[in-house]
């Protein structure tokens, strides 16, 4: 179907304030431009019984985490969830509305991870951020007031990507994981982008243009770290929640990953939600179907934390199943 009306006042808003396409800019002006449109799009920002910002060990120094935590006493199931941002952009900050409503929605306490950027850090720091910071969750659950047997990875875009490539490293190192959440991932580095090159909307040339700063090595492209849908193997994963947008040119690449998912035995839900635009889950604030999306992904959490029996509606205006 074409935009939906919402995603098409979207796009002429952008049109209208001449917004320039991130790509266009330096770092350092994509980086605070992105911030910006998150905060703009999010919404009512929703509070939390606690939000705490602390640091956990890294590869290469301490990493910053964000800890989202509903009213609750006892050990709490814990998402660490992975923010999106082409591995360029983007902080603790960038997902603080994402998180705060999941922390409430599910309930369950929500561990924002900052991990190192690209340029700066390119591929594979982020993914071995990621994991270092899952593992060390799962090593002190006391101190994180984490319940260890019910732990899940998440993320949107970017953030997708990370937690897939985590998923593999937890299933060979551990963690052992409840859930794995994918808005919109990045799954195959190797594949040339979907879709048209639209300035005021995400498309192919910023999909290269990110990939240009995560991989300093073009054959890193291949490692099953960077491009998930790569890997030989996706058994004995997690059950997976992948979420795509119809006007996305990361839509295939996530559909194909759900759908290798599921042919390797991963109880999967795919949903592509129709005339939306890479970046709605986010933006609940400008999106309806943002809610819907995030609405679903804490349904699925409930379900895979045991909080609830099984959820079988699907959010209006999608196309959704197990695969």
């Known amino acids: 179907m074409s935009l939906h009306p919402q995603a098409e006042a979207y796009r002429a808003a952008r049109?209208?304030?001449?917004?320039?396409?991130?790509?266009?800019?330096?770092?350092?002006?994509?980086?605070?431009?992105?911030?910006?449109?998150?905060?703009?799009?999010?919404?009512?920002?929703?509070p939390v019984h606690e939000v705490r910002d602390t640091h956990v060990p890294g590869p290469a120094g301490d990493l910053p985490v964000r800890i989202h935590r509903p009213a609750g006493a006892g050990p709490l199931p814990t998402?660490?969830?992975?923010?999106?941002?082409?591995?360029?952009?983007?902080?603790?900050?960038?997902?603080?509305?994402?998180?705060?409503?999941?922390?409430n929605a599910v309930?369950?306490?929500?561990?924002?991870?900052?991990?190192?950027?690209?340029?700066?850090?390119p591929f594979p720091a982020a993914v071995h951020d990621c994991h270092a910071a899952l593992r060390f969750v799962a090593a002190h659950p006391a101190e994180f007031g984490a319940d260890p047997a019910r732990l899940a990875v998440g993320g949107d875009s970017a953030g997708g990507n990370l937690a897939a490539a985590v998923t593999l490293l937890a299933r060979d190192a551990g963690p052992r994981l409840a859930a794995q959440l994918?808005?919109?991932?990045?799954?195959?580095?190797?594949?040339?982008?979907?879709?048209?090159?639209?300035?005021?909307?995400f498309n192919r040339r910023s999909v290269a243009w990110y990939r240009s700063h995560y991989l300093a090595?073009?054959?890193?492209?291949?490692?099953?770290?960077?491009?998930?849908?790569?890997?030989?193997d996706l058994g004995g994963l997690p059950p997976a929640l992948v979420v795509t947008a119809e006007h996305d040119p990361l839509r295939d690449e996530g559909e194909r990953y759900a759908h290798r998912l599921a042919a390797a035995g991963v109880p999967t839900t795919l949903t592509r939600y129709a005339g939306m635009v890479h970046g709605f889950f986010a933006m609940p604030g400008t999106f309806d179907d943002g809610r819907r999306a995030q609405d679903q992904a804490a349904a699925f959490l409930r379900e895979r934390f045991g909080l609830t029996e099984p959820a079988e509606a699907a959010p209006v205006g999608t196309v959704t199943g197990d695969v």
Not at 17 to 34: F, I, K, S
């Open 15 to 46: 049109a209208a304030a001449g917004t320039p396409p991130l790509y266009t800019q330096t770092l350092a002006e994509a980086r605070a431009a992105d911030l910006a449109a998150i905060r703009a799009g999010s919404g009512t920002v929703e």
């Open 217 to 232: 090595d073009p054959a890193d492209a291949r490692d099953r770290l960077a491009s998930p849908l790569l890997a030989d």
């Open 107 to 121: 309930p369950c306490q929500v561990v924002t991870v900052g991990y190192r950027l690209a340029p700066e850090a």
């Open 79 to 103: 998402l660490l969830y992975f923010f999106g941002g082409g591995w360029t952009l983007g902080s603790v900050d960038t997902a603080d509305g994402i998180c705060r409503r999941l922390a």
């Open 182 to 201: 994918l808005v919109y991932p990045n799954t195959d580095q190797t594949a040339e982008a979907a879709g048209d090159d639209d300035p005021l909307l």
